[in-house]
């Protein structure tokens, strides 16, 4: 049974950093891409950041040199992390972390694997 769970959000002031995390198992991850989503109240849930299992990674522009994702291939459980920095209030949402057989996808249903959300708040 796969399992995808997240950790480390939480309530952080505007311009602070939290990182979350999300482990993985149940099955080999081996090629998979490692990815973030999130969803605002009353909006779609959107592509945050990606992370291939070589390493290669993918940003939305409104993340892009604030995020940073990695990954840890050498444990059964494969873990990855989204460092976030320079919050900002239009950050707040419940981040998911998700994974996929495909190449740094970018649309929710290319990932077939989904965790159960954590929130992440930033006060202004």
């Known amino acids: 049974q796969v399992q995808l769970v997240e950790s480390g959000g939480g309530l952080v002031q505007a311009e602070g950093s939290l990182r979350l995390s999300c482990a993985a198992s149940?099955?080999?991850?081996?090629?998979?891409?490692m990815g973030w989503f999130r969803q605002a109240p009353g909006k779609e849930r959107e592509f945050v950041a990606a992370?291939?299992?070589?390493?290669?990674?993918?940003?939305a522009d409104s993340v892009q040199g604030r995020f940073t994702i990695s990954r840890d291939n050498a444990k059964s459980t494969v873990t990855h992390y989204l460092q976030m920095n320079n919050l900002k209030p239009e950050d707040t949402a419940v981040y998911y972390c998700?994974?996929?057989?495909?190449?740094?996808?970018?649309?929710?249903?290319?990932?077939?694997?989904w965790g159960q959300g954590t929130q992440v708040t930033v006060s202004s």
């Open positions: 149940g099955r080999s991850f081996r090629g998979y891409t």
């Open positions: 992370i291939s299992w070589y390493g290669a990674t993918a940003y």
């Open positions: 998700a994974t996929s057989p495909e190449t740094l996808p970018r649309r929710n249903y290319e990932y077939p694997y």
